[in-house]
């Protein structure tokens, strides 16, 4: 008799494109005013309380990285899980540009834009000290390894670009500053900024295709400081 072989496997479902609906979504269950607070909104509107918050649990991140990174505990895992995930998938690198900055490193990088750029150039693209997403530790900036477009607008045009912007809510991060919505967060478009807000929050935005915390959480736009 012939041998009887075994049915090959099903082949593994792709990740679902938008995330299942979760009917008793709390949008009111985490403060967005707790600088320590996953859902915390930081804009030219809205800076920290106070100004030189400095988050608890701060940790390096284990990936590639320019300057070394450091997110908060639970921002860190999910990166690295990021990290991994696009490696696993496409075979692609990412590296980290830069993550926590505190008050006093914000000052500095302010203050040199200034002095180079003037004050309203300087605004235009890096935040005043106390009013930066980076002081969080829940903010990264990524690039592709080897780096390609780093910090640059033409990044989301690269393979390493769209799949973050595809994927990166799996792993509870948001694309910060889209294209389109300049007016609405006061920051031209940044493909490499990553904000961590949980896998619960990123998937619900992902299902009601609202794209910034801003209008997700009805707050009011942030083109400009008061």
């Not at 990740?15 to 009111?28: Q, S, Y």
Request: glycine letters at 6%; charged letters at 20%.
């Amino acid at each position: 008799a012939a041998p009887v072989t075994a049915p090959a496997p099903p082949p593994r479902p792709a990740p679902a494109a938008v995330p299942t609906a979760v009917p008793t979504f709390d949008r009111g269950a985490r403060s967005t005013e707790d600088p320590a607070s996953l859902w915390v909104v930081v804009n030219k509107a809205r800076p920290l309380a106070p100004l030189d918050y400095t988050p608890a649990d701060l940790v390096g991140v284990p990936v590639p990285h320019v300057y070394e990174p450091r997110l908060r505990q639970e921002a860190s895992v999910a990166a690295a899980a990021m990290f991994a995930g696009i490696t696993r998938e496409l075979g692609l690198r990412l590296q980290s540009q830069s993550a926590y900055r505190g008050f006093a490193a914000q000052t500095r990088v302010y203050d040199q834009a200034v002095r180079a750029h003037g004050q309203a150039a300087a605004d235009a693209s890096i935040a005043r000290p106390g009013s930066s997403e980076h002081q969080t530790g829940l903010a990264l900036d990524i690039s592709s390894l080897p780096s390609r477009c780093a910090l640059s607008a033409c990044f989301a045009d690269t393979p390493h670009g769209r799949w973050l912007q595809a994927n990166a809510w799996r792993y509870g991060f948001l694309l910060r500053y889209p294209a389109d919505k300049v007016a609405v967060t006061g920051y031209e478009f940044e493909p490499w900024h990553f904000r961590y807000i949980g896998v619960e929050l990123a998937a619900e935005m992902r299902r009601t295709r609202v794209t910034t915390l801003e209008e997700f959480f009805g707050l009011p736009a942030a083109p400009g400081y008061p």
